[in-house]
């Protein structure tokens, strides 16, 4: 997790972690006491909500998530829109290795570490209309 501004000590943060839940309890119980302007009230979302769950099993399924791990390892050369997407990320530091996270991580590595930040906005991209509901 990266901030745009030097955070004190002490200092009080808030943080959409999109989380979800299946238990109607659990997500009874995650009232947000945040106090931001923005705030959904909730920490948790409720995945019985029919349209989650489609867009979930269209393209959260286990085998989505360890696809792309297999074909991290066994394709793992670098693109230049892969550095890009890290370096937008914030996985790499353009013109300045050694303050990067994956400077000296193997290539499958940054490789899966580039897929995933591109899943994660295909689905930020899927899910948007669901989350807002």
């Known amino acids: 997790m990266r ?24 997500f009874d119980e995650a009232i947000c006491l945040c106090g931001s302007f923005k705030c959904a009230g909730r920490y948790l979302q409720l995945s019985n909500n029919k349209d989650h769950e489609v867009k979930m099993n269209e393209y ?43 400077w000296e991580a193997p290539e499958w590595l940054k490789k899966w570490t580039s897929m995933i930040c591109q899943f994660i906005d295909f689905e930020e991209k899927e899910m948007v209309d669901v989350f807002r509901k």
């Open 60 to 102: 959260h399924k286990f085998v989505d998530w360890n696809f792309i791990l297999y074909k991290a390892c066994i394709e793992p050369e670098m693109t230049q829109e892969d550095y890009k997407i890290l370096e937008t990320k914030g996985f790499l530091k353009p013109n300045d290795n050694d303050l990067s996270m994956l």
């Open 3 to 26: 901030a745009i501004w030097d955070i004190s000590f002490g200092e009080e943060l808030t943080f959409n972690y999109e989380a979800v839940t299946e238990s109607l309890q659990e």
